[in-house]
């Protein structure tokens, strides 16, 4: 997951070195990112079924493959019209990432012991975050950035590697026809869960750093840091809330508690921008982001892998991975927009508040699943 996700990494950390090296503006590095998102949303629901024919392990192997190609092409990028090719590239194992571990999980792993194993699995986007942020500038000032990025193909490659002693013979005791098989509705409630969650946490997680910095006169590093608390809290919670969902509370009220935990962390922040609260509750506001609303993943993709059919984890997976990946792409850009004409975060906020509110109402029609479903 961490490789998958690794090559928009990138932008973020090497922004500045890429607008000198290609004479672009900042829009044109952020359009890296979110040609990166779209792809990946729009490719998924196709590559989830390609992994429930080809199987997980051949599907998880393709896509550490893809990552180490377009990682390659990232770095040895020389004009930015090629560079944007390759950001485009890179959603094609964004969107796969998702479909293909999770089919992975459910080939290896029993039911009951998912659930921790899925949590670790959905913290590699948060752990290559974190190496990619610590690594990638020193690697930089010790070399150069395309070289900085090249040394990063050590983790597909030690992935693959790791792979091939996984057998591929048990993947062929089912195969669903998948063209004429529909998915149940406890399916695509997660998938509608999921738009709406990555359309409101992803405008929060998008823009806190700037709205503590140019609303509530922050310092640059203080601002930034409410970033580095939301990952450092996401791990943990990513682990945590997957186990207790499978073990002990079940997805649908699961899902419940993380939306309104992000609820909170949204009207924290309205209520901040109003100067009714102080500044300090962005503070509690990010460990909320980052214990309720990016543990959702887990949690949704456990239930997604109990949900589905037999053999159709990987289509499950790519319709819930559609709309969460549009979500993300969607939700900060409106969000900047509703600031750029309020002239304030206040609507922003709120808004991202009344979703998430939505959204624990569609946690209802989410089963409990895991250990629950049998007692």
Do not use: C
């Amino acid at each position: 997951m961490a490789t998958s996700t690794f090559p928009i990494i990138v932008a973020s950390v090497l922004a500045a070195e890429l607008l000198a090296e290609f004479e672009a503006t900042r829009a044109q590095i952020g359009l890296l990112t979110t040609a990166s998102g779209l792809v990946g949303a729009l490719v998924s629901p196709a590559m989830g079924r390609l992994t429930d024919r080809i199987g997980s392990v051949i599907a998880t192997r393709s896509v550490l493959v893809a990552s180490a190609a377009t990682l390659t092409a990232l770095a040895l990028s020389p004009t930015y019209g090629f560079l944007l090719g390759a950001a485009l590239a890179t959603g094609l194992a964004n969107g796969w990432g998702n479909p293909a571990t999770n089919a992975l999980i459910v080939d290896n792993v029993p039911l009951g012991s998912r659930g921790i194993v899925t949590g670790i699995k959905q913290s590699g986007v948060q752990i290559g975050t974190f190496f990619g942020g610590l690594l990638l500038p020193v690697f930089t000032s010790w070399w150069n950035w395309r070289l900085a990025v090249l040394m990063f193909l050590a983790m597909p490659l030690g992935g693959f590697l790791g792979l091939l002693g996984v057998s591929q013979a048990h993947h062929e005791r089912t195969r669903v026809e998948w063209g004429s098989s529909r998915l149940p509705s406890s399916v695509r409630w997660i998938a509608l869960y999921g738009f709406i969650s990555g359309l409101a946490t992803q405008a929060l997680i998008a823009w806190i750093p700037l709205f503590a910095e140019e609303d509530q006169l922050w310092s640059g590093p203080a601002a930034g840091s409410l970033i580095a608390l939301v990952g450092f809290t996401g791990i943990a919670s990513r682990i945590g809330w997957s186990r207790a969902s499978e073990r002990i509370i079940g997805h649908g009220r699961t899902l419940r508690i993380l939306s309104l935990m992000t609820t909170v962390s949204a009207f924290l922040l309205a209520f901040a921008a109003l100067d009714v609260f102080p500044s300090w509750v962005l503070v509690p506001a990010a460990v909320f982001i980052g214990g309720g609303a990016v543990a959702w993943n887990a949690v949704g993709m456990l239930a997604v892998m109990e949900f589905s059919p037999e053999g159709m984890v990987g289509k499950g997976t790519g319709l819930v991975l559609f709309g969460f990946l549009f979500g993300l792409a969607v939700g900060p850009p409106v969000m900047g927009l509703s600031v750029d004409v309020w002239g304030t975060y206040v609507p922003g906020w709120i808004t991202s508040g009344v979703l998430l509110t939505i959204a624990a109402f569609i946690s209802f029609r989410i089963p409990a699943g895991g250990t629950l479903a049998t007692k």
